[in-house]
C-alpha cells in the first residue's frame, strides 16, 4: 500500500522544526548537556529554513536547488567540532553531543525539505538511542567519565598526599586540583576519569579511609 505524503505549508515546517528540536534540546537539556534546548533547536530550525530558502530560491532564480542546502552539513560539522573537548589522555568528551547536532540537522532538513514524517520518525529513534543505549552503557560498565569529588581537613599540607595514597590501589589519579581555604577547614576539589564501578569504588574508598571531615560526589563534569 502505498504511503499518503503529508503536504504542509512553509510556515507549518518551520513550527515543526521547533517542536522536533525543542524535544531533542529538552532531553539534552534535562541530562545537564553542553548542548541543551536552545542549541538543538535553533539547529533544528535553521537547517529546515535553509533547505526551504535552497528550493525557493533556486526555483525563483533557476538554479541549484540543494546549492544552500548542501552547505548545512560542513557548518554542523564546524559547530559540533566546537562542543568536543579532549579532557586527559586519550579521554575525549562531547562527541555524542555533537553527533547528536547532526542528526538534529538532518531532522531539520527532512522537514524543511517536506518530508515530515521521515523528521518525527528520526526524533524518536534519536530519543529512544539518547535514552535507552545510554542507560545500557552505563548498567555495562563501558562509558569512561569524569567525576569531580570534593574533601575537607583541617590541614591542607597532607590532604592531597592522603588522597593519592587512597586512589593508589585503584590505579588512578587526580586532576585540575582546587583549593578553597574557609576560616573551618580547607575544601579541595579534584577530578578522576573512570567507569561507573570505578567512580563509585572512589567514593566508597574516600569515604572509608576516615581521613578526611568530609568527602561528596559532584558528579560528572562532562557527560555526553
Known amino acids: 500500500m502505498m504511503a499518503i505524503p503529508l503536504i504542509i505549508g512553509d510556515v507549518e515546517k518551520l513550527a515543526l522544526a521547533t517542536i522536533l528540536g525543542g524535544i531533542i534540546g529538552l532531553e539534552r537539556e534535562a541530562r545537564h548537556r553542553p548542548t541543551g ?13 535553509f533547505t526551504i530558502l ?6 525563483a532564480h533557476t538554479g541549484d536547488h540543494t546549492r544552500i542546502a548542501a552547505q548545512i552539513i560542513p557548518g554542523i560539522g564546524f559547530i559540533g567540532a566546537g562542543s568536543i573537548i579532549h ?13 547528536t547536532l547532526f542528526v538534529v540537522a538532518s531532522v531539520g532538513m527532512a522537514v524543511g525539505g517536506g518530508l515530515p ?9 534519536i530519543l529512544g538511542v539518547l535514552s535507552v543505549l545510554g542507560l545500557a552503557e552505563r ?15 583541617s590541614d591542607p599540607t597532607r590532604m592531597s598526599a592522603e588522597i593519592n595514597d587512597v586512589l593508589e590501589p585503584l590505579h588512578t589519579l587526580m586532576f585540575n586540583v582546587q583549593v578553597a581555604p574557609t576560616p573551618r577547614h580547607v575544601r579541595l576539589q ?9 567512580q563509585a569504588a572512589i567514593l566508597r574508598n574516600l569515604q572509608q579511609s576516615r ?6 560526589s559532584l558528579g560528572p563534569v562532562q557527560a555526553e
Open 117 to 125: 514524517w521521515l523528521g518525527i520518525f528520526a526524533t524518536l529513534l
Open 139 to 153: 548498567w555495562m560498565n563501558l562509558k569512561r567519565m569524569i567525576y569531580c569529588y570534593e574533601v575537607t581537613d
Open 54 to 59: 535552497s528550493d525557493q530560491l533556486a526555483g
Open 211 to 216: 581521613k578526611f571531615e568530609t568527602v561528596v
Open 37 to 49: 534546548l536552545r542549541t538543538n533547536l535553533f539547529i533544528c530550525v535553521g537547517a529546515a529554513m
Open 190 to 198: 579534584f577530578e578522576c576519569t573512570g567507569t561507573r564501578k570505578q
Open 87 to 99: 579532557a586527559r589522555g586519550d579521554l575525549v568528551t562531547g562527541i555524542t553531543s555533537a553527533a
